[in-house]
Every structure is written in structure tokens, then in C-alpha cells.
């Protein structure tokens, strides 16, 4: 709902010509949380989508926290770019090394290559890695820590090692951070300046201020983490920020004197005899990653599929369907080609089009999942547009019929469970009680986004479920990445306070309303 206003002018140019050994291929790897699609070595496919597995494992195990296996389209897909070029092309900046999009619809990785450095992950992704870790948390705990917390937990899980014997080394020194935390001491913020930083003044200094922000995050999230008679302090002081505290009276309660902490820093991060945090083979639990290479076709809409998740702008989206009808014509019976068509002719604005694309590939493969998704998007967007109720109610229910199959075919895909509830919403009708609760559904497998939260507790006020209202809302306005929304949702919950269950706060056409513009 987000990222959406995005560019793709270099990759439409060329067709995205990818800088890759001319001995490899296209792989797509699989495992229990990921799918990756890399033009390399299928070993160093493989040993990069286990290393994932294995970090993913080894949180786990670090933080005592667990995620549900998903469902297989609500995987991260991750995407290997090819050089550093085409991946801050694809980005829209040339400052990034990789980059991460958490989506209800779907989440997708950019990265520049899936290369294995002796263990080392190289600076891509360690990216990903970072902003793993954040879609770990965000999915183990909805409320978020405090901005330095939540950035400095990111930092720690990111600087892993990958031992030859399936180990892996957690919270490893940050080797690239030493210029941030102690080169420049006129630059180096204290520990009170750290925990009192948000987002809105995080982002207007300058460069070398954020980078000193990160690394003393990292600094003193890997103190509280690693020093053995700290332990548990970073929780207790987590909940007292929860319970309304303010962060730098939470840490002076729990942490004690600053000044303290400030000298213990220095101390802690010259000792260069600390040990990271080893989670050995045996207490790593990763799945098993399947691994195939891509058909001819497949591989020459790479670069059109990762034009659709990643969001072209207007002026584009011709250029990508004219590419992928061309590459139909060559590969007319190829589901994956049909189903990127089907995306390209959706983004594009041509419904029908994208429909017939949709239906020629499940005709094919009727396991086409993301050909399912892209029908039954395309036919709301039609029904959408006819004005006579009977016929719009009809239309309705024909772009339900592949989602509703879709559902019953992967009953936690979070597309049809939105969908449920928008075929309502969108139709200014009264959704029931099965719809309302696929929303909540969808709203819970994938906790990260903000949007879907934001109209499930809208859905619970205008139900009069105030205390499920609260529930859905109050980790949104304590986001530190939030900014003015989370201001205006705090508001709401400040109108929410003297409210009670069976209240009933009528705003459902302002649901139906968001719904309809999206």
C-alpha cells in the first residue's frame, strides 16, 4: 500500500541485462521462510538460501521467540539483482545496498548477489539480514521497541557468522562501525542522547549523525544482550517504556547510573577477547531448501516479475507489458511466463487482458497461486467501475471466485482473506461475521503491516469491540518509525479512552472509502 510511487528506468531500458557469470542459470530456491531467485552457481543458491534458514534458526534460539511456519506466498521472496547498479537503480537511490518490502500481499528482498564470503555475508546481505531481523520481531511481538532498541537489535542479529560446521556466531563485532562510535567523538552521542532520539529527528541530521546512531545502537544493545550480569534488563526496561515511562527514566530505573554505562561502553567494546553468541548444529532446526532451475522462459521474465513486486511508475508500466506479450509469443504454453503477463497487463491497467493471461496460466498449472491473485484483483478493479448495484454485486462475486479457490487451496494466503472482507467493504455492504474474522486473520499473519492493522481496529469501533480496537491500534501509535500517523492513531485512542465495549463508532464508509481508492 506503501512504496508504490517507485522507479524501474534503467531495468525497462534493457530488459535488465544482468552482470552474471555466463556459466550460470536461474535457480529458485525454497524453504520453510524464504524463496529466493538468484542468476548464479546452484550450490551457492543453495548454501546461501540455507544460511538464511540457519540465521532465522539461530534467532530462535537466541531470543526464545518462535515463528510459525508460514504459508507458502507468505514467505519472503528475495531477489539477487546482479550488480550494484541495477540494485540502486531498482531502489530509486544510489546510497542503497540492498533494500526490503514488507507487504500483507507479500514481502520482497532486493539484494545484489547471493555470494558467500568464507562465512562473511557481504554488504547486501547484511541488508537483508537487518531488515530480517526486524520482520522477525515485528512478527514475534507487535509492539515495537524504542528506536534505538529496535535498531540496535536489527545491527546485532546482522553481523553473523556462518561456521563450516553449521554453526552460527551471533552479535559478532561490527567491524564497519567503528568510525561511528568512537573515530569521532565530536560526532558520538551519549547514551542519554540515544534513548531519547526518535524517527522524525533521527532522519533530518546529517549522514554522519545516523551512522553513529546505528553503531552506538548496535554498541549498546550488544552490552545488554552479552554481559551476563545484565541479563533481562533490556526486557524489564522494554516493559517499563510500554507501561508509559519515558525511555530515558525507564533506563536510568533499570540501568542505573548512565555514566556508568557510558564508561562500561568504552570497556566493553575494546575487549577484544568477547566471544559472540554460538548456536551450534545441533540446536539449529532449518528446513530442508528445495532448489530448481528456471525454464528458458521463466528466466527471461525475471526482470518483469521483479519490475511488478518491486512498483514501477505510471510512464513504465506499457514498457513492461509490451516485454512480457513479446515474451509470451515465444513461450505460449509456460505458466510462470503466462502469470507474469497477467501482472504486466494488470499493472498496466489492462483488466481483461490480465484476466485472459490469468486464466491461459491456470489452465496450464491450476497451482498457479500469484495467477489466481492477479484475476481476482483485476476483476475488482472492473466491478469496481460499473455503476448499475445488480450488475456490480454480480461482477463482485465472479473476481471472488478465483480468490475463493486460491483460499481453499492455501487457506493462510492473506490475498483472499482481504479480499473477503473487501468484497463488502468496497460495496458499501454490511461484511460478515466470516469476513470480518479473514480480516483479522490476515491482519495476524502478517503483523509488520501497519495498513491492515490500521483497518482491522477501525473495523472493531465501528463493532463497538472497543477493547479489540485498542488491541489492533495501540502498537501502531507506539511505532518509532511512525511518524504523524502514529501521532493520529494515538489521538484515536486518546478519543477511544472513555469508550466502552458495545459503543459502536460508525466509520465504516470510511473503510469502504480507503478501500476503493487504494
Same mark, same amino acid.
Not at 531477489?79 to 531498482?90: E, F, M, N, P, V
Not at 487451496?409 to 482481504?418: D, G, Q, S, Y
Given at each position: 500500500?506503501?512504496?508504490?510511487?517507485?522507479?524501474?528506468?534503467?531495468?525497462?531500458?534493457?530488459?535488465?541485462? /544482468?552482470?552474471?557469470?555466463?556459466?550460470?542459470?536461474?535457480?529458485?530456491?525454497?524453504?520453510?521462510?524464504?524463496?529466493?531467485?538468484?542468476?548464479?552457481?546452484?550450490?551457492?543458491?543453495?548454501?546461501?538460501?540455507?544460511?538464511l534458514e540457519r540465521y532465522h534458526s539461530a534467532m530462535e534460539n537466541f531470543?526464545?521467540?518462535?515463528?510459525?511456519?508460514?504459508?507458502?506466498?507468505?514467505?519472503?521472496?528475495?531477489?539477487?539483482?546482479?550488480?550494484?547498479?541495477?540494485?540502486?537503480?531498482?531502489?530509486?537511490?544510489?546510497?542503497?545496498?540492498?533494500?526490503?518490502?514488507?507487504?500483507?500481499?507479500?514481502?520482497?528482498?532486493?539484494?545484489?548477489?547471493?555470494?558467500?564470503?568464507?562465512?562473511?555475508?557481504?554488504?547486501?546481505?547484511?541488508?537483508?539480514?537487518?531488515?530480517?531481523?526486524?520482520?522477525?520481531?515485528?512478527?514475534?511481538?507487535?509492539?515495537?521497541?524504542?528506536?534505538?532498541?529496535?535498531?540496535?537489535?536489527?545491527?546485532?542479529?546482522?553481523?553473523? $557468522?556462518?561456521?563450516?560446521?553449521?554453526?552460527?556466531? /551471533?552479535?559478532?563485532?561490527?567491524?564497519?562501525?567503528?568510525?561511528?562510535?568512537?573515530?569521532?567523538?565530536?560526532?558520538?552521542?551519549?547514551?542519554?542522547?540515544?534513548?531519547?532520539?526518535?524517527?522524525?529527528?533521527?532522519?533530518?541530521?546529517?549522514? &554522519?549523525?545516523?551512522?553513529?546512531?546505528?553503531?552506538?545502537?548496535?554498541?549498546?544493545? +550488544?552490552?545488554?544482550?552479552?554481559?551476563?550480569?545484565?541479563?533481562?534488563?533490556?526486557?524489564?526496561?522494554?516493559?517499563?517504556?510500554?507501561?508509559?515511562?519515558?525511555?530515558?527514566?525507564?533506563?536510568?530505573?533499570?540501568?542505573?547510573?548512565?555514566?556508568?554505562?557510558?564508561?562500561?561502553?568504552?570497556? +566493553?567494546?575494546?575487549?577484544?577477547?568477547?566471544?559472540?553468541?554460538?548456536?551450534?548444529?545441533?540446536?539449529? &532446526?532449518?528446513?530442508?531448501?528445495?532448489?530448481?532451475?528456471?525454464?528458458?522462459?521463466?528466466?527471461?521474465?525475471? +526482470?518483469?516479475?521483479?519490475?511488478?513486486?518491486?512498483?514501477?511508475?505510471?510512464?513504465?508500466?506499457?514498457?513492461?507489458?509490451?516485454?512480457?506479450?513479446?515474451?509470451?509469443?515465444?513461450?505460449?504454453?509456460?505458466?510462470?511466463? /503466462?502469470?507474469?503477463?497477467?501482472?504486466?497487463?494488470?499493472?498496466?491497467?489492462?483488466?481483461?487482458?490480465?484476466?485472459?493471461?490469468?486464466?491461459?496460466?491456470?489452465?496450464?498449472?491450476?497451482?498457479?497461486?500469484?495467477?489466481?491473485?492477479?484475476?481476482?484483483?483485476?476483476?475488482?478493479?472492473?466491478?469496481?467501475?460499473?455503476?448499475?448495484?445488480?450488475?456490480?454485486?454480480?461482477?463482485?462475486?465472479?473476481?471472488?471466485?478465483?480468490?475463493?479457490?486460491?483460499?481453499?487451496?492455501?487457506?493462510?494466503?492473506?490475498?483472499?482473506?482481504? $479480499?473477503?472482507?473487501?468484497?463488502?467493504?468496497?460495496?458499501?455492504?454490511?461484511?460478515?461475521?466470516?469476513?470480518?474474522?479473514?480480516?483479522?486473520?490476515?491482519?495476524?499473519?502478517?503483523?509488520?503491516?501497519?495498513?491492515?492493522?490500521?483497518?482491522?481496529?477501525?473495523?472493531?469501533?465501528?463493532?463497538?469491540?472497543?477493547?479489540?480496537?485498542?488491541?489492533?491500534?495501540?502498537? /501502531?501509535?507506539?511505532?518509532?518509525?511512525?511518524?504523524?500517523?502514529?501521532?493520529?492513531?494515538?489521538?484515536?485512542?486518546?478519543?477511544?479512552?472513555?469508550?466502552?465495549?458495545?459503543?459502536?463508532?460508525?466509520?465504516?464508509?470510511?473503510?469502504?472509502?480507503?478501500?476503493?481508492?487504494?
Amino acid at each position: 500500500m506503501v512504496h508504490r510511487v517507485l522507479t524501474l528506468l534503467a531495468f525497462i531500458a534493457g530488459g535488465l541485462v /544482468l552482470a552474471q557469470p555466463a556459466s550460470a542459470k536461474w535457480y529458485e530456491a525454497q524453504s520453510d521462510y524464504f524463496v529466493i531467485y538468484a542468476n548464479a552457481e546452484e550450490d551457492e543458491v543453495r548454501l546461501y538460501a540455507e544460511n538464511l534458514e540457519r540465521y532465522h534458526s539461530a534467532m530462535e534460539n537466541f531470543t526464545g521467540r518462535t515463528v510459525a511456519k508460514p504459508s507458502p506466498s507468505n514467505r519472503v521472496t528475495v531477489y539477487s539483482i546482479g550488480s550494484a547498479d541495477q540494485l540502486r537503480r531498482l531502489a530509486g537511490s544510489r546510497s542503497v545496498a540492498g533494500f526490503y518490502l514488507p507487504r500483507w500481499d507479500g514481502s520482497f528482498a532486493f539484494v545484489q548477489d547471493v555470494e558467500n564470503k568464507q562465512g562473511l555475508p557481504t554488504l547486501s546481505t547484511v541488508v537483508l539480514l537487518h531488515e530480517y531481523a526486524h520482520h522477525f520481531l515485528s512478527s514475534t511481538e507487535r509492539f515495537a521497541m524504542p528506536l534505538w532498541m529496535n535498531e540496535g537489535a536489527a545491527e546485532f542479529f546482522s553481523n553473523v $557468522y556462518f561456521g563450516e560446521d553449521g554453526s552460527v556466531y /551471533l552479535g559478532t563485532r561490527a567491524q564497519g562501525r567503528d568510525l561511528d562510535i568512537f573515530v569521532k567523538p565530536d560526532e558520538m552521542m551519549s547514551v542519554s542522547q540515544l534513548l531519547t532520539l526518535d524517527w522524525e529527528r533521527l532522519r533530518t541530521r546529517n549522514t &554522519t549523525w545516523q551512522s553513529a546512531f546505528y553503531g552506538r545502537s548496535w554498541l549498546l544493545y +550488544h552490552y545488554f544482550s552479552m554481559k551476563e550480569e545484565r541479563s533481562g534488563q533490556l526486557r524489564e526496561y522494554w516493559l517499563e517504556v510500554l507501561s508509559g515511562t519515558p525511555s530515558l527514566d525507564a533506563a536510568k530505573k533499570v540501568f542505573g547510573d548512565l555514566g556508568v554505562i557510558e564508561r562500561q561502553l568504552y570497556l +566493553h567494546y575494546r575487549d577484544l577477547r568477547q566471544e559472540p553468541y554460538r548456536v551450534a548444529p545441533e540446536d539449529i &532446526t532449518a528446513g530442508a531448501v528445495s532448489i530448481r532451475p528456471l525454464s528458458d522462459g521463466e528466466a527471461a521474465t525475471m +526482470h518483469i516479475q521483479m519490475g511488478s513486486d518491486r512498483g514501477v511508475v505510471a510512464e513504465d508500466v506499457e514498457k513492461l507489458a509490451e516485454q512480457a506479450r513479446d515474451i509470451a509469443r515465444s513461450f505460449p504454453d509456460d505458466p510462470k511466463v /503466462l502469470t507474469v503477463l497477467a501482472h504486466a497487463e494488470y499493472g498496466a491497467g489492462h483488466d481483461a487482458a490480465a484476466i485472459a493471461a490469468a486464466r491461459r496460466a491456470i489452465a496450464v498449472d491450476p497451482a498457479a497461486t500469484r495467477a489466481y491473485v492477479v484475476q481476482g484483483r483485476a476483476g475488482f478493479r472492473l466491478a469496481r467501475a460499473i455503476t448499475d448495484p445488480e450488475e456490480r454485486g454480480a461482477a463482485y462475486r465472479e473476481a471472488m471466485v478465483p480468490l475463493l479457490a486460491l483460499n481453499a487451496m492455501e487457506p493462510e494466503h492473506t490475498v483472499p482473506l482481504v $479480499y473477503m472482507y473487501r468484497s463488502f467493504a468496497e460495496q458499501d455492504a454490511v461484511p460478515s461475521d466470516d469476513a470480518k474474522a479473514a480480516l483479522v486473520r490476515a491482519a495476524q499473519l502478517a503483523p509488520f503491516d501497519q495498513e491492515l492493522w490500521l483497518i482491522a481496529g477501525m473495523m472493531h469501533m465501528n463493532d463497538g469491540r472497543i477493547s479489540e480496537a485498542r488491541a489492533a491500534l495501540q502498537p /501502531l501509535a507506539s511505532n518509532p518509525h511512525g511518524g504523524e500517523k502514529a501521532a493520529q492513531i494515538g489521538e484515536l485512542l486518546a478519543f477511544l479512552s472513555d469508550k466502552h465495549d458495545g459503543q459502536a463508532i460508525p466509520v465504516q464508509s470510511a473503510i469502504s472509502a480507503y478501500f476503493v481508492t487504494e
